[in-house]
């Protein structure tokens, strides 16, 4: 679980103790609804960067790393695919030049 999934049970752990309606800011008091409440200024807490290279380092372990066999193959369908693209798009592009040219001759 991070950090920003952590403050949202947080927050919404202290509405539900309070009756807000983290949607709207309306609340509830008994069966009385009471309009938006007073926007309070949010105090952010900000992370060191040594907290922030852990948290990277610990995503980056998650991460499902291609192994050398499939970054080759990847590699090689992307290759073969730009190549056919790029084909395509000359021919149609030479097809198409010639044929403005041809209807525009005098």
Known sequence: MNRETKRM???RDRAAADGADLETGAF???DVEVGQREAKPVRTDRTTPIQFAREVRDELRQVAWPTRVEMVNYSMVVFF????MIALIF???YAFGKGVFFMFQK
């Open 28 to 30: 509830e008091i008994g």
């Open 81 to 84: 695919t730009l190549v056919v």
């Open 9 to 11: 049970m947080e927050r």
């Open 91 to 93: 021919v149609l592009n």
